[in-house]
């Protein structure tokens, strides 16, 4: 009950193996790794926010100002 494969085909298939464990074990680090996801997202919503030159795009402008002037609103009303 012997292997039919050669020595050269065994060491090729053991390097295989090697490399996907490798792999596996890089893509596992990579979602343990909190911070660089944490810094991810956040270059991800800095990008949706701002512009090409990093300025902050109108509409976001527009929308903070709108929250900004509903609360002060609600605060000014519930205090009447």
């Known amino acids: 009950m012997?292997?039919?494969r050669t020595t050269a085909e065994i060491e090729?298939?053991?390097q295989r193996q090697r490399d996907h464990l490798a792999?596996?074990?890089d893509q596992l680090s990579q979602k343990l790794d909190v911070?660089?996801?944490?810094?991810?997202r956040a270059a991800t919503l800095k990008a949706r926010v701002t512009d090409g030159g990093g300025r902050p795009r109108p509409e976001v402008v527009v929308g903070a100002v709108v929250v900004v002037a509903?609360?002060?609103g609600m605060v000014w009303w519930r205090r009447r």
């Open 2 to 4: 012997s292997d039919p």
């Open 12 to 14: 090729a298939d053991i």
């Open 70 to 72: 509903v609360v002060a």
């Open 23 to 25: 792999d596996t074990v």
């Open 35 to 40: 911070k660089a996801q944490a810094r991810q």
